[in-house]
Every structure is written in structure tokens, then in C-alpha cells.
């Protein structure tokens, strides 16, 4: 019982992390960096290490949201009618217009972020990076660093 809570406590806490897990793949050699991005509401932290290399990277990303916002629906109509009050005898006719409107927020549909890791040996690689907002994000996008070669990032 103590293992079972273990187990469903540590999936619990992973999946409640604050970054999410990724890979950066550089695109002269070949090589897979593991990568990690912290998830935001804007500004938030990414890391990633060379394991051929050894170095180290530590940044810092800004994104911003695309699309979503305020939908207005308005609507109108006219109305036309008759009743009969059978007490009195009398027919009525009944006319007039009606309108309508609702309101409702859509969520942002994408976010487009640029960042920058720095490496403890020297390397600065700029990404570009479009991300699906969500529960779990999802994202990809391609960077370049200082010495030329060129980055994608997935995550």
C-alpha cells in the first residue's frame, strides 16, 4: 500500500511540474540536448546541456499570445402574433422587435516567443519558438548560436 502511494505521489508531483521536458537538436552534428522549459504566463526559464561537450546552458524566454480575446454576437428579429381573450370577446394583435447579445472570451489560440541560452563555455544560441498554449504546452522552433550553427528545439 505505502509503494502504491509512493508511486501515484511522485506521478502526481510530475506531472505538477514547472517546466517541461524537451529536446535541442543541433542540426550541423547531429547532436540531442536534453532540454527543459519552465511554463509561464510570459517570461519563464529553459535550460539545456551538451552531454557530448559537457556544457551547460541557462536562459530565459519571453512569449507573447496570438489571437483569442472578446466575441460579440448580436442578434435581432421582429415578432408578429395575435390572441383572443375568450372572457371579453376581444382579438388582439401583437407586434414588436426583438435583439440580442452575448458575449464570451476566446483563449489565445498560439504564443510566439524568442529566448536566449548561454552556455558556461561560451556558446549563445537565440531561439525562436512557437507555442501551443494548454494544460501540457507544446511547442517547437529553431534557434542559431554565435558561432553559426543552427537549432531546432521540441518540446
Known amino acids: 500500500m505505502k509503494r502504491l502511494f509512493s508511486i501515484v505521489a ?3 508531483l510530475t506531472a505538477c511540474g514547472t517546466t517541461l521536458p ?3 537538436y543541433s542540426l550541423q552534428d547531429g547532436v540531442v540536448m536534453d532540454f527543459q ?3 509561464s504566463h510570459g517570461t519563464g526559464g529553459m535550460y539545456a546541456q551538451n552531454n557530448k561537450t559537457g556544457e551547460k546552458f541557462t536562459g530565459q524566454y519571453t512569449g507573447t499570445y496570438k ?3 472578446m466575441e460579440t454576437t448580436i442578434g435581432s428579429g421582429s415578432y408578429r402574433g395575435s390572441s ?4 371579453t370577446g376581444s382579438m388582439y394583435q401583437h407586434s414588436g422587435n426583438i435583439s440580442s447579445s452575448s458575449t464570451k472570451f476566446m483563449p489565445p489560440s498560439d ?3 524568442r529566448g536566449v541560452l548561454m552556455g558556461d563555455n561560451g556558446t549563445v544560441i537565440e531561439l525562436y519558438m ?3 498554449p494548454g494544460i501540457v504546452p507544446k511547442g ?4 542559431i548560436d554565435n558561432k553559426g550553427n543552427r537549432y531546432q528545439v521540441q518540446f
Open 84 to 87: 383572443t381573450s375568450y372572457t
Open 37 to 39: 522549459i519552465e511554463k
Open 130 to 132: 512557437e507555442i501551443r
Open 10 to 12: 511522485t506521478l502526481i
Open 111 to 113: 504564443a510566439t516567443a
Open 67 to 69: 489571437g483569442g480575446g
Open 140 to 143: 517547437h522552433g529553431e534557434g
Open 22 to 24: 524537451g529536446k535541442l
